[in-house]
Nanobody
Framework: EVQLVESGGGLVQAGASLTLSCVVS????????IGWFRQAPGKEREAVSC????????YYAPSVRGRTTVSLNSAKNTTSLQMNNLRPEDTAVYYC????????????????WGKGTPVTVSS
């Protein structure tokens, strides 16, 4: 069974940094496309960042580009999302997701989802 478990969310002040982690299990994840998404109350789920282990490509949404880094840790079978200079608009539940093929970094392209970890940024 494919499982994705996020961790690292919490309450931080604006301008702070935070690192989220996702443990992926149940399939050979280097052959898959891994993504981070977020959903704020009353809004649609949106992409934050995606990474392809096979092709070593990364995508960052314009809203987080330049202050966000997505990475892989093969030994721990995890992916991490480091965000710097957090803003109140970053407040959302953050989800780790995956799909079988290298694909679009969009919500409807993902096949598997974690349950999410909440991030709250106060000013």
């Amino acid at each position: 069974e494919v499982q994705l478990v996020e961790s690292g969310g919490g309450l931080v002040q604006a301008g702070a940094s935070l690192t989220l982690s996702c443990v992926v299990s149940g399939f050979t994840w280097p052959d898959h496309y891994i993504g981070w998404f977020r959903q704020a109350p009353g809004k649609e789920r949106e992409a934050v960042s995606c990474i392809s282990p096979a092709y070593n490509t990364k995508y960052y949404a314009p809203s987080v580009r330049g202050r966000t880094t997505v990475s892989l840790n093969s030994a721990k079978n995890t992916t991490s999302l480091q965000m710097n200079n957090l803003r109140p608009e970053d407040t959302a539940v953050y989800y780790c997701a995956a799909t079988t093929y290298n694909s679009r970094c969009e919500t409807d392209a993902m096949d598997y989802w974690g349950k999410g970890t909440p991030v709250t940024v106060s000013s």
